[in-house]
């Protein structure tokens, strides 16, 4: 079978599958439809990604629309994560099941009008099919590994997860360190503050030692000078004697001769 005609016979599985999975009775049976067409469309992708771009990009090169194939499927590929990791029973379940629809329809009808028919004009017939042959037992051996792993590698679920975990072992680490920047700053101040210490401590011991000595003089002088002011006061008091005794006897004398 052409490479084309395999996809063109999966976009018609897939259109069945959404048609049953909308108009499913229960549950149950709604769940089912869900993982086979999940197991389907990651299928569908990988080969579509692994053999039939690459392939398709090397016979008609850079300006075919591969590139806004391989943006739909990433598009397609997290609207059909979100409708697998929510309840068939849901009040969201039937908005993202039309929205993963919306995406894949569009997707397969573009398809189907610009880029097969463009694969089927220029590639061989015979490497069409070889490469058909290739994308079916691909198909069967993504279908038996299913959508989940797909998906994961797909989205680069497994990277985030790693990275959800990774700040419970960040806790605890030490404490964050200093930026080198300012680690390096730190230290110069550092040893300048030791350089200067010695020299600060000398200053105030000069300094302590040179009030000391001020004081010491200052106590030597007023000690020196208290002396003699004693002495000073000493003489005035006993000239102030002298002359009280001396005027007390000139005035007996007198009383003397006016008695006599």
Same mark, same amino acid.
């Given at each position: 079978m052409l490479a084309t005609d395999v996809l063109k016979q999966q976009h018609r599985e897939f259109e069945e599958l959404f048609r049953q999975?909308?108009?499913?009775? &229960? &549950? &149950? /049976?709604?769940?089912?439809?869900?993982?086979?067409?999940?197991?389907?469309?990651?299928?569908?992708?990988?080969?579509?990604?692994?053999?039939?771009?690459?392939?398709?990009?090397?016979?008609?090169?850079?300006?075919?629309?591969?590139?806004?194939s391989l943006e739909e499927h990433a598009v397609a590929d997290f609207a059909l994560y979100r409708l697998v990791h929510v309840s068939v029973a849901d009040e969201t379940f039937a908005a993202k099941l039309a929205t993963l629809k919306d995406v894949v329809m569009n997707h397969v009808e573009?398809?189907?009008?610009?880029?097969?028919?463009?694969?089927?004009?220029?590639?061989? +017939?015979?490497?069409? /099919?070889?490469?058909?042959?290739?994308?079916?037992?691909?198909? /069967?051996?993504?279908?038996?590994?299913?959508?989940?792993?797909?998906?994961?590698?797909?989205?680069?679920?497994?990277? +985030?997860?790693?990275?959800?975990?990774?700040?419970?072992?960040?806790?605890?680490?030490?404490? +964050? +360190?200093?930026?080198?920047?300012?680690?390096?700053?730190?230290?110069?101040?550092?040893?300048?503050?030791?350089?200067?210490?010695?020299?600060?401590?000398?200053?105030?011991?000069?300094?302590?030692?040179?009030t000391k000595k001020a004081t010491a003089q200052a106590q030597g002088a007023s000690a020196a000078k208290q002396p003699a002011g004693r002495k000073t006061a000493t003489r005035a008091t006993q000239k102030s004697g002298r002359r009280a005794g001396t005027a007390r006897s000139q005035s007996t004398s007198k009383k003397s001769r006016a008695a006599g």
């Open positions: 999975i909308e108009s499913a009775e &229960d &549950d &149950d /049976e709604r769940g089912a439809l869900r993982v086979e067409l999940a197991d389907m469309l990651a299928a569908h992708t990988a080969i579509e990604e692994e053999l039939f771009y690459p392939a398709a990009l090397d016979q008609l090169g850079p300006g075919a629309r591969i590139r806004e573009e398809e189907e009008s610009e880029l097969l028919p463009q694969v089927e004009g220029e590639m061989d +017939r015979q490497v069409l /099919e070889q490469l058909g042959d290739k994308m079916t037992v691909r198909f /069967e051996e993504r279908l038996r590994e299913g959508h989940r792993p797909i998906l994961e590698r797909s989205l680069g679920i497994a990277a +985030r997860q790693a990275d959800v975990v990774a700040p419970v072992a960040k806790k605890a680490a030490p404490a +964050r +360190r200093r930026p080198v920047k300012r680690a390096a700053a730190t230290q110069k101040r550092a040893v300048a503050a030791s350089k200067l210490a010695p020299k600060k401590r000398a200053a105030a011991a000069k300094q302590s030692a040179t």
